[in-house]
Every structure is written in structure tokens, then in C-alpha cells.
């Protein structure tokens, strides 16, 4: 696919790091119970998330960076914030957490909190991967031809993209709105407009 494409020719990098790596008993614990108690389920530890992070950073921490926390409890994630991203940052670090979430002190060591919808899931490397691919895209050369990125769902103008269709005109008795066989642009123009969400 186009992302596989895009780490391929350099457009961009992918690295993974494990924060096991980091764990110092012999197990390469990464989770313990809570503080507290009456909570099932088991909290990451904060010193092998500090270190993986650090570790992701190494020297490039600049304007440019941004370390960002993926948790179901904060802002949503949308077109808006992977457009930002890609104009503004070259080197974005995901935190991915699992179990019942990260030691809280692991906001001192992160820019942003940022989940992808009201739900949860096992870990947020699915999260990750989602960010990872809406950002890419935006990035010039990573999608073939750009043009398609001006007029699509969450951009500027509208909310959601109009209905579209190809070859065959016909199928099994549903055909394509006669409007977008016309050849009148300003028409088409029109009912995009209108059929867009």
C-alpha cells in the first residue's frame, strides 16, 4: 500500500520501540497494580514509558517534535489535527497504552493526549497505526496524486465527501445519477454540493 510505498522511497519513517526493553528485573515488567486499590487490572509502569520515549526522542526534541499519548480520555483526533501535524511537526513519537492505562505522571513527559474516538480498545497501536496513515497522506509525495486530497471527506468545505461512482453506468437496476453523466460542470458542482454531509 501507499504508506509501505512511502517508508520504502523515504518519504517517511517508521520505528517501533518496545518499552520492555527498558524494564530492569529479569521478567521485563512493564505494568503493576494501582496505587489505591478496588481497581482491576493493571497500570503501566512510568520508568520504562519515560525511557522508550526518551529513547524515541534522543537529541531531535525540538518545535518539531511532539510525543503524544494515545488514551481514550482526552481530544479526539480528526482531519483538522493530521493537517497540523503534517505541516507542523517532523518527528511525532506515539505512546501507546495498555492494561488499564499509563501512571499518570506520564503527562509531565508528554505534549498531548489524543484518543481516536469514545470507545477502548486492547492497546493503542491500532490508535497509532490510524494517526500514522491520516497524517502520511498529507505528507507531499506520499499520495500519488495530490490533487484528490484537496476535495474529500473533512476537508475545509465540507463534512462528509458527495457520493461517487464508476463504470458501469448501470448495475443490477441502479444507475448513476444522470446529473454526473451530463458533462455540466457547473450542475455537477451543484449536486456535490448538495449530497455532501
Not at 85 to 101: A, L, T
Not at 157 to 185: A, C, K
Amino acid at each position: 500500500g501507499l504508506l509501505s510505498k512511502a517508508i520504502r522511497t523515504k518519504k517517511i519513517e517508521v520505528n517501533t520501540i518496545n518499552p520492555r526493553d527498558f524494564a530492569t528485573d529479569t521478567h521485563k515488567t512493564v505494568d503493576d497494580v494501582p496505587y489505591g486499590g478496588n481497581k482491576a487490572g493493571l497500570i503501566m509502569k512510568i520508568e520504562p514509558l519515560v525511557k522508550a520515549i526518551k529513547k524515541a526522542v534522543g537529541n531531535k526534541k525540538s518545535n518539531t517534535t511532539k510525543v503524544v499519548l494515545l488514551s481514550p480520555a482526552d481530544k479526539k483526533f480528526s482531519q483538522k489535527i493530521a493537517v497540523e501535524w503534517s505541516k507542523k511537526y517532523d518527528h511525532i513519537v506515539f505512546v501507546c497504552g495498555r492494561y488499564e492505562g499509563v501512571d499518570s505522571r506520564l503527562l509531565n513527559y508528554v505534549d498531548e493526549v489524543v484518543s481516536i474516538g469514545e470507545f477502548v480498545l486492547m492497546g493503542g497501536e491500532v490508535a497509532a497505526l490510524a494517526m500514522l496513515e491520516v497524517t502520511s497522506r498529507l505528507i507531499p509525495g506520499v499520495i500519488g496524486n495530490e490533487e484528490s486530497l484537496d476535495d474529500e471527506s473533512y476537508s475545509d468545505e465540507m463534512y462528509l465527501e458527495y457520493p461517487q461512482y464508476t463504470r458501469p453506468e448501470e448495475y443490477d437496476g441502479f444507475n448513476v445519477p444522470e446529473v454526473l453523466l451530463s458533462g455540466h460542470h457547473g450542475k455537477i458542482e451543484e449536486w456535490r454540493k448538495k449530497n455532501s454531509k
